[in-house]
């Protein structure tokens, strides 16, 4: 067993990256990063260069004709990660750009080599061998040919010390090139733009020796380089892990801060679990949040809100922005348009953990559906349950607003099919009665507990929402037409039963 | 605080020079040019490419003509270029060549500080201008 080989591996230096290799850059691999034009490759690669590079391990980078050198140290040197300090001590450039001129690999190969080994770095970069390919069609006879280069290149770089990289430009799915079987990791990087929205994603093809996370990975690019947002990984309901967050659900109970709706859900909402208020807009679904949020504050119980919606400055939500700026509640605010689901996650769990946060709420989901890049708005459902179950598997208690169309034919609860996801639903509706517009709701679900099943009136005022008596006496209340039942009936009724 | 720095880098190019011709005579002056380009060849050649070192050797000796219409080579392109350089500072006065010498290394640094900003620059320059003598930085070239 202790004579087997450990692999060490390296972290990246890119937020997120480690987890979705699965811990980090084997050593002394050999590494394709791969992807259009525009896609990040370089960045992705000078990046991991320049977390890496040390004197006891110099990188040496090798560029070929692809981006001539100059732009690439000007715009490169534009993200904070870039470090001049250590240009010349831990990192050399050297240009392959005559080499390459002459159309002979042998050469490249030669020049590569006698570099190499001249300084026996720890760290080498190729980029890209796209450049490589073109620029060698009128090769002269007799030499390397293209693949052959490649594939000795590759064989090359998994014979020296170093973990090695070879930038390049994808190839064709239908015929992959041979140094991707030669190659121990395989990284492949994508933009795409749907209507106006520009989506980065990558993918981990191959690493070998690890679990990686499978599927398309979202990043963006800042000034501080590359993030990526590893999708959310969902605990299996089995193990030790779950029975502390399940056996806190059943026994405590979270209040709601509005009176009367505790008792309405069976002695408030049970903990750990998450609830959706469904209602047309303006019913109130965002001021039942904020007495959520502002409960927990009067309690110590830390609180988080995603709005997607309302600035926090507005009119009815004001006191969200006390509690932001009081330093009780943490604030995701977001308008832009072109995020994944998984950027959101992060970014949550990320406050969550820093503000010991017991209390979430999203607000709204429709909005939070409208910021999501289009690209993933296919997958929606699938992601919101992915972000429902890991919040669940914080333990944090959520309250999650949907806005609802008010349809008198129909009772729905939220446009996503996502009732289903959550333990808890309150709705929400206007009723007409006298002529007036009412407000209703009603708890309609509470997992595992018994709840009201009234239809109670209720009133927003400057206080808040104030419950008021169930609607007795009429039916067809969800119809939006209710009518006067006369009172004699309603005992008939009751007393048959 | 990047113009002091920029200063700096223009009183060690001066003295770099000066020390490196050793007298105040043209001859001297063009031999130090050209060994003391060569240095910056070897600099800079592996990191951004010949090809992208001639263009700006080009774009310098072009602005440094405006100055010293004298300079302006007409034949040739990049290190084709600097024998002509040389022969030139050859025939001027001593003051007016090393003067010739000095703008056309600082306009070069220059142009280089904008393109890859000045701290890089001076990282990679820093062996051709710190050392005066010629042997150690060619010994540190290698």
């Given at each position: 067993m202790s004579d087997k080989v450990t692999i060490r591996r390296l972290p990246t230096g890119v937020p997120g990256l480690d987890a979705i290799l699965g811990g980090g850059l084997p050593e002394f691999s050999?590494?394709?990063?791969?992807?259009?034009?525009?896609?990040?490759?370089?960045?992705?690669?000078?990046?991991?260069?320049?977390?890496?590079?040390?004197?006891?391990?110099?990188?040496?980078?090798?560029?070929?004709?692809g981006e001539p050198p100059l732009?690439?140290?000007?715009?490169?040197?534009?993200?904070?990660?870039?470090?001049?300090?250590?240009?010349?001590?831990?990192?050399?450039?050297?240009?392959?750009?005559?080499?390459?001129?002459?159309?002979?690999?042998?050469?490249?190969?030669?020049?590569?080599?006698?570099e190499v080994e001249a300084s026996s770095p720890g760290l080498v970069f190729v980029d890209s061998f796209r450049s490589v390919m073109l620029e060698v069609r009128n090769q002269p006879q007799g030499t390397l040919s293209l693949q052959q280069f490649i594939q000795q290149l590759g064989i090359h770089l998994s014979g020296w010390q170093a973990t090695t990289f070879l930038i390049g430009e994808y190839l064709s799915n239908s015929d992959p090139h041979p140094v991707f079987t030669v190659a121990d990791g395989l990284l492949s990087l994508d933009q795409s733009v749907h209507r106006n929205s520009m989506v980065r994603q990558m993918q981990v093809l191959k690493m070998r020796g690890q679990a990686t996370r499978p599927g398309m990975q979202t990043f963006r690019i800042s000034s501080a380089g590359i993030e990526v947002f590893p999708t959310a990984l969902v605990r299996d309901d089995t193990g030790a892990a779950q029975e502390p967050a399940g056996s806190r659900r059943t026994k405590s109970r979270v209040a709601m801060g509005v009176p009367g709706l505790d008792e309405m859900l069976g002695g408030g909402l049970p903990s750990g679990y998450s609830m959706l208020v469904a209602g047309p807009s303006g019913s109130g679904k965002t001021?039942?949040?904020?007495?959520?949020?502002?409960?927990?504050?009067?309690?110590s119980e830390p609180g988080v809100i995603v709005a997607f919606e309302q600035t926090p400055s507005q009119s009815r939500t004001r006191t969200i922005d006390d509690m932001v700026r009081a330093g009780q509640v943490g604030l995701i605010n977001t308008r832009s348009l072109d995020l994944s689901i998984d950027e959101i996650v992060q970014h949550l769990v990320a406050l969550i953990h820093r503000m010991s946060a017991k209390r979430v709420v999203i607000d709204s989901l429709s909005g939070f559906e409208l910021a999501v890049a289009p690209t993933f708005r296919e997958d929606f459902r699938e992601s919101l349950f992915r972000m429902v179950a890991v919040l669940s598997g914080l333990g944090v208690t959520v309250v999650m607003t949907s806005e609802l169309e008010d349809r008198y034919t129909?009772?729905?609860?939220?446009?996503?099919?996502?009732?289903f996801l959550t333990d808890a639903i309150i709705v929400e509706r206007y009723i007409e009665i006298d002529?007036?517009?009412?407000?209703?709701?009603?708890?309609?679900?509470?997992?595992?507990?018994?709840?009201?099943?009234?239809?109670?009136?209720?009133?927003?005022?400057?206080?808040?929402?104030?419950?008021?008596?169930?609607?007795?006496?009429?039916?067809?209340?969800l119809s939006g037409r209710a009518t006067l039942v006369p009172p004699v009936k309603v005992v008939g009724r009751a007393k048959l039963r | 605080m990047a113009t002091g720095e920029s200063n700096l880098f223009r009183e060690s190019i001066r003295t770099a020079l000066a020390q490196r011709a050793g007298?105040?005579?043209?001859?001297?002056t063009a031999n130090a040019t050209a060994a003391t380009w060569r240095l910056v060849a070897a600099q800079l050649a592996p990191v951004i490419g010949a090809r992208g070192l001639e263009v700006l050797f080009e774009r310098a000796l072009r602005t440094t003509s405006a100055a010293f219409p004298w300079l302006a080579v007409a034949s040739g392109s990049g290190a084709a270029l600097l024998p002509g350089v040389a022969e030139r500072l050859a025939c001027q006065r001593p003051a007016e060549a090393a003067e010739a010498s000095y703008t056309l290394f600082s306009?070069?640094?220059?142009?280089?500080?904008?393109?890859?900003?000045?701290?890089?620059?001076?990282?990679?320059?820093?062996?051709?201008w710190a050392s005066p003598s010629l042997s150690s930085v060619q010994e540190s070239a290698l």
């Open positions: 050999f590494n394709l990063i791969v992807g259009p034009p525009g896609s990040g490759k370089t960045t992705l690669a000078h990046q991991i260069m320049f977390a890496l590079a040390t004197k006891e391990r110099p990188a040496l980078f090798f560029t070929v004709l732009k690439m140290l000007r715009y490169q040197q534009q993200f904070s990660f870039f470090d001049p300090q250590k240009i010349t001590e831990s990192i050399r450039f050297v240009n392959l750009s005559d080499e390459v001129s002459t159309g002979n690999f042998d050469e490249v190969l030669a020049r590569i080599i006698k001021i039942l949040a904020t007495a959520f949020l502002a409960e927990g504050v009067r309690r129909d009772l729905r609860f939220s446009p996503y099919g996502s009732a002529s007036r517009f009412k407000r209703v709701l009603a708890v309609v679900k509470v997992r595992g507990s018994a709840h009201s099943n009234e239809l109670r009136e209720f009133e927003i005022t400057d206080a808040g929402i104030i419950i008021g008596d169930p609607v007795g006496d009429y039916e067809g209340l | 007298i105040p005579d043209s001859e001297a306009t070069f640094t220059e142009l280089l500080m904008t393109l890859i900003g000045e701290s890089l620059t001076t990282r990679l320059l820093a062996p051709v």
